[in-house]
């Protein structure tokens, strides 16, 4: 029987438009639609393939998922072996790049560069025969790969089929899949909350992702792709550039990346470097380092390739984040709040350009689940500031002697008996005020830098001037004077006069800091910023029951329980009254802000904004009293949409949420008397 023409054109026509939305969306994360639309076309075309069941093509993407699990992946032969690249480290590697280039193709002039993030994820190869996705492969060994066609199918970045015309009956095109870092912290979140394994990194969970016998399960992962160039290339032809090829990928509606630049030089490609490398920790996506490429694609074939790697390209790597080093040790530190955290002391190693001796182990059920012993050869990881952490152990090489580690029974600081709440993982020191190591802390955290910001009073000083007995909390500091610091050992004039003016200094502050640094558990910046709009008075919040404390944006049940109990303390009160007494102030809060004006409000910000911060943005509508969250819902109140808002605006619009764009929040704003930057 064969189908009514009309009904032909109208599976193509939603074909298409999917197709392009899909592209739109995930590609150039730009969608023109809503989610809502988007399911839409989805289920129309489901429910006409279910009608007619011939009208389902092998590049439906209805398709995407289907496929009955592998009992293994086959091998294959890629038609032309996937190179791999030869790496820089340094300035020095690069221009001998270039002069060997220079020098083979007998030129002076100018070289023209195209410069592209290097992404940490697979290599892999996409064959698309007269525009239709036929086989995803891995790269293997460059010569072999394993063939995850089945897995490929399912990433929805990655076209069926090719947009547009023009393209090669055969066009091999090569990338990188990975896991962007945002969903990748949601899996291990996940894993965690199940007891499972943990991935190490994106990488690892990008590569055990595609390795999935059951694209099922790979169809759940949100893996991506960037598409970086091809391979083989049979009866077409592609633009005579590395650009005007990533180009016309784009078109094709392949996903590249858009910080791909063309420039000229090796000391412009120099500058591209360090501009990635400063710009590394804001992207989503892990980069190892940045690949240079010759722009000509004739010249690219005048230079050739030797053995495994092109002569015209190079990655110049960043400086390894990951370095494997020997566990030597497990002491317990104690915090503020008295938890006691293991903190791994290591042999020292040098990862991304810094010596690491210490981790941090977060807690014992991190320890069990590493199933880490002292001794192991553990692999240890460093993301931009953030404390390095050990994700990894290598089992095989763990020493005969290898020492369990155990959660000592007492404080390590006080000797008082350590204990473990139950239904939590953190175990506690219960000596309070009296463990010195809980005073350490509360005093470096008053004099932190978004707490009162005390300049040179760092955790050795916190540390000399507790032990030597001259002070026990921070209300002390404001007692110290020069001869008394003096008697500190290595301790000059010039620091103790400097520490002195720091603490004058620190006299003037805000009432938000003042409540962020008396170290109330539970009570962050932004919550002692709520509190201090809404009391506008420390002696009212000090007052406070648990009702009114209630009142307040962002304090709940518990937070106003952790409150009421630090008040309680007479000690607490004492040594507020003796900073108050020693001279520390503030200016009352501006009182022409309507601290109240969107108290209950949840709002949600999307987009680049222009004009403010992300963080500027937050901070505004926090004082005003509304919660900013991260997602929008139907209890979202209103959203901000700076430029490229994608998906959340998308779900704002379907949902019927009032959209404000920037300058209507800077009136917004305006009006309840914040000023705009
Ligand atoms: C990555 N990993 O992002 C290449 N790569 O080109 C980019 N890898 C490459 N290019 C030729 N952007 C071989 C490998």
């Given at each position: ?22 592209h739109q ?47 293994a992946f ?28 220079k ?31 036929v ?21 929805e ?5 090719l ?7 055969r ?6 899949i ?67 090829i ?45 690949v ?15 053995t ?16 494997y ?34 981790a ?6 991190e320890v069990?689940?590493l ?10 990881q ?10 990894a152990?290598?089992?095989?090489q ?18 008082a ?38 300049e ?12 030597e007995g ?25 620091s ?59 304090v709940?049940p ?24 020693a ?44 919660k ?9 109140s209103?959203?901000v ?20 764009d ?16």
């Amino acid at each position: 029987m064969s189908l009514p023409a009309e009904i032909v054109e109208q599976a193509m026509r939603l074909r298409d438009a999917i197709n392009r939305h899909n592209h739109q969306y995930h590609s150039l994360d730009s969608p023109i639609i809503s989610d809502a639309e988007f399911d839409q076309l989805f289920r129309e075309l489901k429910s006409l393939e279910a009608q007619y069941p011939e009208l389902v093509t092998d590049d439906s993407p209805t398709q995407r998922v289907g496929a009955t699990p592998l009992s293994a992946f086959s091998q294959i032969q890629h038609e032309m072996p996937m190179l791999s690249l030869e790496n820089a480290f340094s300035e020095a590697d690069l221009e001998d790049f270039e002069r060997r280039i220079k020098a083979r193709l007998g030129t002076v002039d100018t070289l023209e560069f195209v410069c592209e993030p290097k992404i940490d994820g697979v290599a892999v190869s996409l064959l698309y025969v007269d525009g239709q996705l036929v086989r995803g492969a891995t790269r293997g060994d460059g010569a072999t790969g394993e063939d995850i066609t089945q897995n490929v199918r399912t990433i929805e970045s990655i076209p069926l089929r090719l947009q547009g015309q023009g393209w090669p009956d055969r066009l091999e095109v090569r990338g990188e899949i990975y896991i962007a870092k945002s969903t990748f912290l949601a899996i291990n979140a996940e894993a965690q909350a199940r007891g499972e394994k943990l991935f190490a990194n994106p990488r690892n969970a990008a590569a055990g992702s595609l390795r999935q016998l059951d694209s099922r399960l790979t169809a759940k992962r949100k893996l991506t792709m960037y598409c970086y160039s091809v391979g083989l290339v049979e009866g077409g032809d592609l633009p005579p550039t590395q650009a005007g090829i990533l180009q016309q990928l784009q078109d094709w509606g392949l996903r590249v990346n858009p910080l791909v630049e063309v420039v000229k030089g090796a000391a412009m490609c120099r500058t591209y470097y360090e501009k990635m490398l400063t710009r590394r920790a804001e992207l989503n996506y892990e980069i190892d380092g940045v690949v240079f490429k010759v722009n000509s694609m004739s010249l690219q074939q005048r230079l050739g390739i030797l053995t495994r790697t092109p002569r015209w390209a190079i990655a110049h790597k960043f400086p390894a984040e990951e370095g494997y080093t020997r566990l030597v040790d497990v002491e317990f530190q104690v915090g503020r709040t008295g938890a006691i955290t293991p903190v791994a002391r290591l042999e020292p190693v040098k990862i991304g350009g810094v010596t690491i001796s210490n981790a941090t182990l977060h807690n014992m059920d991190e320890v069990g689940r590493l199933g880490l012993m002292i001794g192991d050869r553990v692999l240890v990881q460093r993301a931009g500031d953030v404390i390095p952490k050990v994700v990894a152990v290598d089992r095989s090489q763990r020493p005969l002697h290898a020492r369990s580690i155990t959660m000592p029974d007492h404080c390590p600081a006080c000797g008082a008996e350590i204990i473990l709440v139950e239904g939590e993982v953190i175990a506690r020191c219960s000596g309070g005020l009296f463990c010195s190591a809980q005073r350490k802390e509360s005093i470096r955290h008053f004099a932190s830098r978004l707490a009162l910001d005390i300049e040179g009073l760092g955790t050795k000083l916190v540390s000399q001037l507790v032990d030597e007995g001259l002070i026990e909390n921070p209300a002390d500091l404001y007692s110290l004077t020069e001869s008394k610091l003096l008697g500190l050992e290595r301790m000059a004039p010039k620091s103790a006069n400097n520490l002195l003016e720091a603490l004058e200094k620190s006299k003037l502050t805000t009432m938000a800091r003042f409540i962020y640094a008396l170290g109330i558990s539970e009570v962050g910046e932004s919550t002692a910023r709520n509190l201090a709009l809404f009391f506008g008075d420390i002696d009212a919040l000090r007052a406070a029951n648990n009702e009114l404390l209630q009142a307040v944006p962002d304090v709940g049940p518990i937070v106003a329980e952790k409150i009421l109990t630090f008040f309680h303390q007479q000690n607490n009160q004492k040594v507020i009254d003796e900073l108050l007494a020693a001279g520390i102030h503030w200016q009352a809060e501006t009182s022409s802000v309507d601290a109240a004006a969107l108290t209950g409000q949840s709002w949600v910000l999307t987009g680049t904004l222009k004009i403010l911060t992300r963080n500027e943005a937050k901070a505004k509508l926090q004082s005003l009293g509304a919660k900013v969250s991260g997602s929008v819902s139907k209890n979202t109140s209103c959203v901000v949409a700076g430029d490229a808002a994608g998906s959340k605006l998308a779900k704002a619009l379907e949902l019927g949420v009032p959209v404000l764009d920037e300058t209507a929040l800077l009136e917004m704003l305006a009006k309840h008397g914040i000023q705009g930057s």
